[in-house]
Every structure is written in structure tokens, then in C-alpha cells.
T-cell receptor
Framework: AQKITQTQPGMFVQEKEAVTLDCTYDTSDQSYGLFWYKQPSSGEMIFLIY??????QNATEGRYSLNFQKARKSANLVISASQLGDSAMYFCAMREAFYTGTASKLTFGTGTRLQVTL | DTGVSQDPRHKITKRGQNVTFRCDPISEHNRLYWYRQTLGQGPEFLTYFQNEAQLEKSRLLSDRFSAERPKGSFSTLEIQRTEQGDSAMYLCASSWTNRRQGAVEKLFFGSGTQLSVL
């Protein structure tokens, strides 16, 4: 069974600093995708970044980058130049059978609450 | 594009009552998902629709739960004879996907309906 582990319940970072949010995963599938979502207090899940298991380069989207280490089964999110608006819950998620076009049944971790301070 | 809309935002009900939630996806999105999120956890997949067809249901979706998407546009999720364990945030997400698009299906989530069963 697939599983996502986020071991940091909460993190603090100063404005303009970089922060890494940890995510490890477990799956027997060779074809999977890893995602990060942000959930502000308003409740909606906002897609940030994804990485396919066969992608050779680490994904980047603006200030977000995904540090994908396949052998260690980790997919950490790095946020550079943190902003006050980055304060939110962050969820790591995985989708098996990523490349076959089947539905996005995502398995989520328990999340990390990030607080950006002045 | 007004985003995914869910109604109501909050629902308080007594145990044993029936409740119905509505989700309006982004127009022309052909897939619609329901997820459930309990306190301190990440969302869990419940079910999804491709147009009007309900293609998959999680084992989490007991017989008391029913979801419809009658014309391939909005969707409803009904819970009959609610139990205290049904208390959760119910999230709806939609996406547009086809095989020519490639593997990455991005889900756009609504702000959810927070259900409290007393």
C-alpha cells in the first residue's frame, strides 16, 4: 500500500529565508507522481509542484523546487525567499500509475504547518 | 473562471439526519472528485466522476454515502443517517484531462464543506 510520511508537524522560518519541508513515501509502483499542495486557512488545496518518478530533473516552479531523491524515497519541498503569505499547511501527496492517465487518486500525508515570521 | 465552488461552507446536524452538499466545478472540467479531510489529517479520496459517470468509489464510502453528477456539471454528495464519525471537511476538486494532454492532471480544489455531527 502506498504511504506518505511528513514528520514535521510544524516549522518556522524567517521572511526571505529558505525552508525545506520533508516528505518520504512508500510504494511498490514504479510509475508514480509526487505532488505538493498548500492549504491556507481558507481551506482550499492549492497545487504547487509535481514530480514524476521517471523525471530526471528536479521540478521547479518559481520559488518552489522539489528535491527528489528516488533511492531514498524522498520528495522534499524547498521554498526559497519565504514570504508572509506562505504561512499555511503544506501537504505532500502521491499518485500511483502516474503515466497511464488514470484518475488522480491522491494519497496525502498529514501535513506540515509552516509559519513565516518577520 | 470562478474556481470550484462548494455549498454550504459549514453544516451542523444532529446524528441520524441526512445532509447534502453541492459542488460546482470549474466549467468544462470533465473530472470531479470528492475527498474527505478529518482534523489533523490529509484529504482522503472518496470517489470521482468522468463527466456524469461515477467511475470509482473508495471503501471509505459506506452505503450511507451517495454521490451524483447528473449532467456532468455540478455534483452532490449525500450522507444518510449521519454519525459523529462523519464529522470532517468534504472537499471537491475538478480537472480537465485527456490522454493527449499528457500525464499531469492538476486538481483544482474548492474550499470545502465543514460538517459537524452532534
Amino acid at each position: 500500500a502506498q504511504k506518505i510520511t511528513q514528520t514535521q508537524p510544524g516549522m518556522f522560518v524567517q521572511e526571505k529565508e529558505a525552508v525545506t519541508l520533508d516528505c518520504t513515501y512508500d510504494t511498490s509502483d514504479q510509475s508514480y507522481g509526487l505532488f505538493w499542495y498548500k492549504q491556507p486557512s481558507s481551506g482550499e488545496m492549492i497545487f504547487l509542484i509535481y514530480q514524476g518518478s521517471y523525471d530526471e530533473q528536479n521540478a521547479t516552479e518559481g520559488r518552489y523546487s522539489l528535491n527528489f531523491q528516488k533511492a531514498r524515497k524522498s520528495a522534499n519541498l524547498v521554498i526559497s525567499a519565504s514570504q508572509l503569505g506562505d504561512s499555511a499547511m503544506y501537504f505532500c501527496a502521491m499518485r500511483e500509475a502516474f503515466y497511464t492517465g488514470t484518475a488522480s487518486k491522491l494519497t496525502f500525508g498529514t501535513g506540515t504547518r509552516l509559519q513565516v515570521t518577520l | 473562471d470562478t474556481g470550484v465552488s462548494q455549498d454550504p461552507r459549514h453544516k451542523i446536524t444532529k446524528r441520524g439526519q441526512n445532509v447534502t452538499f453541492r459542488c460546482d466545478p470549474i466549467s468544462e472540467h470533465n473530472r470531479l472528485y470528492w475527498y474527505r479531510q478529518t482534523l489533523g489529517q490529509g484529504p482522503e479520496f472518496l470517489t470521482y466522476f468522468q463527466n456524469e459517470a461515477q467511475l470509482e468509489k473508495s471503501r471509505l464510502l459506506s452505503d450511507r454515502f451517495s454521490a451524483e453528477r447528473p449532467k456532468g456539471s455540478f455534483s452532490t454528495l449525500e450522507i444518510q443517517r449521519t454519525e459523529q464519525g462523519d464529522s470532517a471537511m468534504y472537499l471537491c476538486a475538478s480537472s480537465w484531462t485527456n490522454r493527449r494532454q499528457g500525464a499531469v492532471e492538476k486538481l483544482f480544489f474548492g474550499s470545502g464543506t465543514q460538517l459537524s455531527v452532534l
